[in-house]
């Protein structure tokens, strides 16, 4: 069964830390790696990922794929109380437009 | 763009009432995702469609759940009856290609 697991579930830091958070998967025909950003409402989209070892970046956020590990990591820098959210990873089968979602990592930042 | 529209925001019914969810997609994709978020089993995908065409229904929890899509700016997510177990988040979402889709803001279930 295809499956994708994000560590840790829950994660609380201060404004200014440093985050690491991890999304492994299993997948059946690999074709992308997807991060979004759930707040209040509904996700919303931060990165896709198809190539290992290609960063993408945006601000203080960056990713990176590792196909070999079957693996992905989001880092966020310098965390500000606004970071607080859940972060969902999800992987896009190849001849199909199903994502399968990992529960979230659950980042709280204080101030 | 207004982008994905779901209504109602929330609704609160007893058992065994049917509730209907509503969703608009945004202009000019040609897929359409229902999915179903729950604290204990995260966001889980139910249905989606192509090109108005059911595709793959097999995340459907049981034949009280129906999806419809009647033309390229609607669709509907039926369950009746419905039960309390159904209550959680039900997002709508679209896409004009694979990966990267665009959520609604979601319609809050509870069943009482």
């Known amino acids: 069964e295809d499956k994708v697991v994000q560590s840790p579930l829950s994660l609380v830091v201060h404004e200014g830390d440093t985050v690491t958070l991890n999304c492994s998967y299993e997948?059946?025909?690999?074709?992308?790696l997807l991060w979004y950003k759930q707040e209040k409402k509904a996700p919303t989209f931060l990165f896709m990922l198809?190539?290992?070892?290609i960063e993408k970046k945006s601000g203080r956020l960056s990713s990176i794929l590792d196909k070999k590990e079957l693996s992905s990591i989001l880092n966020i820098t310098a965390t500000q109380t606004g970071d607080s959210a859940i972060y969902l990873c999800?992987?896009?089968?190849?001849?199909?437009?199903?994502?399968?979602f990992g529960k979230g990592t659950k980042l709280t930042v204080n101030p | 763009d207004a982008g994905v529209i779901q209504s109602p925001r929330h609704e609160v019914t007893e058992m065994g009432q049917e509730v209907t969810l509503r969703c608009k997609p945004i202009?000019?994709?040609?897929?359409l995702f229902w999915y179903r978020q729950t604290m204990m089993r995260g966001l889980e995908l139910l249905i989606y469609?192509?090109?108005?065409?059911?595709?793959?229904d097999s995340g459907m929890p049981e034949d009280r759940f129906s999806a419809k899509m009647p033309n390229a700016s609607f669709s509907t997510l039926k369950i009746q009856p419905s039960e309390p177990r159904d209550s959680a988040v039900y997002f709508c979402?679209?896409?004009?290609?694979?990966?990267?889709?665009?959520f609604g803001p979601g319609t809050r279930l509870t069943v009482t």
């Open positions: 469609f192509n090109n108005n065409v059911p595709i793959d």
């Open positions: 997948v059946t025909n690999f074709r992308s």
């Open positions: 979402a679209s896409t004009t290609s694979q990966g990267k889709q665009y």
């Open positions: 202009s000019g994709h040609n897929s």
């Open positions: 999800a992987v896009e089968q190849g001849g199909s437009e199903k994502l399968v």
């Open positions: 198809t190539s290992s070892g």
